[in-house]
């Protein structure tokens, strides 16, 4: 072996050259051959090993070694043949030339530091795809993780590549980190509370991959996508991405739908205004009216039994109709209401259903309608709302209750003309 890498330098010293330039001539040469052998191997070897690797990975069933081959585990194995074939070659390679064997040997420590990190990049990349495929772990943040492994390693590798190339011991490495732990500490701010915020996120269960959040600060309103270290990406109801932070998660308030997905409906919960002015107490011929429909027939015919026998009972002067017990359209639209929301399919009627008015405004007194839609899918939820208020808004007129709006353009004009028909104008 070293006749071969001295017979380049003899035979330039026999075509006249100097010992000494003859040498570092051969040696230069033989270090371009030593190169070229070496790709030539690495590009055999990678050929080969992805061959074999591609065949066993389409032929068996587990998703595993389809993610190696993906992630370029093989391919990065495949340097190991280089190297290997370097190490057993330097020795003759630089047997004229041992000065040079110092600094060899500290950038080939360096290919194989390198060669180990990507090998290992490689495997947890493909541990996290696996991971991803498992149902349990799909919306857990394990992109985090896998990122916090990989800092670590990339780490671990800057500093050993440090102490080989200047000749450092660990010692030394760990006493000058507490003078730039705070420098350190800056420059990974980010990371560190990224990775403090995924470990609570994921213990306290906060959010998970597929949970629709809102978090106005940020614009986010849609279903988480990804969570990284640093980031979580949020796919709105636009299609747009919005990116957070994820310490923001931990920081800040946001809102989680999960339990709405997880309950047994979704809440309807909305409010009309009813103008103050129409409401007004019911007489015999209204509540003879009002009997035709069938939903509150019973109802009616059951309350006017009991209000007129206690009339009766008490001597009540119905002749002012304040006096004693009455019905007014107002209640009677509520109980209609009810019946109408208890008859409704679509909603889940073990959950809560309730006909309200709130608190007057100056709006007039809000009517709302609290109940939970079976389906809780965005696009038929919306559906079955709009369908129960436009129902709503039509049946208002049958008892005589007017909803408040602010006066538009065509009501003035109908105030002019009236005005004008009177002769007011």
Do not use: C
């Not at 896998?146 to 000749?167: D, E, K, P, R, Y």
């Not at 409906?265 to 069938?294: A, C, P, V, W, Y």
């Not at 009455?326 to 259903?353: I, S």
């Not at 208002?396 to 003309?417: G, H, T």
């Amino acid at each position: 072996m070293i006749e071969l890498f001295e017979l380049i330098p003899s035979l330039l010293e026999q075509a006249g050259l100097i010992t000494k330039y003859a040498s570092l001539l051969g040696l230069a040469i033989n270090s371009i051959i030593v190169i070229f052998i070496a790709y030539f191997l690495r590009i055999i070897s990678r050929t080969i090993l992805l061959k074999i690797t591609e065949h066993i990975a389409s032929s068996t069933k587990f998703k595993f070694d389809d993610f190696l081959v993906k992630n370029h585990f093989f391919r990065n194995t495949a340097r190991i043949v280089p190297l290997f074939f370097l190490n057993e070659i330097y020795p003759f390679l630089f047997i004229n030339h041992k000065q040079i064997i110092v600094p060899f040997l500290k950038f080939f420590h360096l290919l194989i530091i390198l060669t180990v990190v990507f090998i290992i990049i490689s495997i947890l990349k493909s541990l996290k795809d696996q991971l991803k495929e498992i149902e349990r772990f799909k919306d857990k943040p394990i992109d985090s993780y896998i990122q916090v492994v990989s800092i670590t390693v990339w780490g671990l590798a800057i500093i050993s590549m440090i102490l080989i190339l200047f000749n450092l011991k660990i010692g030394a490495i760990l006493a000058s980190f507490g003078a730039v732990s705070a420098i350190v500490i800056l420059i990974f701010k980010d990371t560190i509370l990224g990775f403090v915020a995924s470990i609570q996120v994921s213990a306290n269960d906060l959010v998970r991959i597929g949970d629709w959040i809102t978090l106005q600060k940020f614009g986010a309103d849609g279903f988480v996508t990804e969570i990284n270290l640093a980031t979580v990406k949020v796919r709105n109801f636009d299609n747009t991405i919005t990116t957070i932070p994820t310490y923001s998660l931990i920081s800040d308030s946001f809102v989680n739908w999960r339990g709405m997905f997880d309950s047994d409906g979704r809440r309807i919960k909305r409010h009309i205004f009813i103008k103050e002015s129409s409401i007004r107490f019911l007489e015999t011929k209204d509540l003879e009216e009002l009997k035709k429909i069938s939903l509150i027939t019973k109802y009616i015919e059951h309350r006017q039994r009991d209000i007129d026998k206690f009339n009766t009972k008490n001597n009540i002067d119905k002749s002012i109709l304040i006096n004693g017990r009455n019905l007014t359209n107002f209640g009677v639209y509520r109980k209609y209401l009810t019946e109408y929301l208890a008859a409704q399919h679509v909603l889940n009627h073990d959950m809560m259903l309730m006909v309200r008015h709130l608190q007057p405004t100056e709006k007039g007194i809000p009517l709302e309608i609290y109940v939970f839609s079976k389906d809780k899918v965005w696009k038929n939820y919306e559906y079955i709302m709009a369908d129960i208020f436009d129902h709503i808004l039509a049946s208002v007129k049958y008892f005589d209750l007017e909803v408040f709006e602010l006066p538009s353009s065509s009501d003035f004009q109908s105030f002019v003309a009236y005005q004008k028909s009177k002769g007011e104008l």
